[in-house]
Nanobody, 124 residues
Framework: QVQLVESGGGLVQAGDSLRLSCAAS????????MGWFRQAPGKEREFVST????????YYADSVKGRFTISRDNAQNTLYLQMNNLKPEDTAVYYC?????????????????WGPGTQVTVSS
């Protein structure tokens, strides 16, 4: 059983920055691709960013490209999402997820385990 725990969410103003972290219990963390997704009230969960097993390949949703940066520290079993220039439309619960494959993936059905999520609220 893999456990994921997100942290770093909060209430910020537009233009501010936050860094989300996701601590993973997986013994094979360094051989798993990971991703960040988000879900706003009344909306479906959507892709934010993904990173391959070694951190050499990353993809971003168009809505966050140039503002968000995904990274990972395999020695610490931790995934990060640096979010800069936050906008009110970034308000959502942010989830990290892990998949058994090595390659980055942008759809929810590729992921095997999910964290409980962390709330990010951006005021205008």
């Amino acid at each position: 059983q893999v456990q994921l725990v997100e942290s770093g969410g909060g209430l910020v103003q537009a233009g501010d920055s936050l860094r989300l972290s996701c601590a993973a219990s997986a013994r094979t963390f360094s051989r798993n691709a990971m991703g960040w997704f988000r879900q706003a009230p009344g909306k479906e969960r959507e892709f934010v960013s993904t990173i391959n097993w070694i951190g050499s390949v990353t993809y971003y949703a168009d809505s966050v490209k140039g503002r968000f940066t995904i990274s990972r520290d395999n020695a610490q079993n931790t995934l990060y999402l640096q979010m800069n220039n936050l906008k009110p439309e970034d308000t959502a619960v942010y989830y990290c997820a892990i998949r058994s494959g090595l390659d980055a993936a942008a759809t929810t059905d590729h992921y095997d385990y999910w964290g409980p999520g962390t709330q990010v609220t951006v005021s205008s």
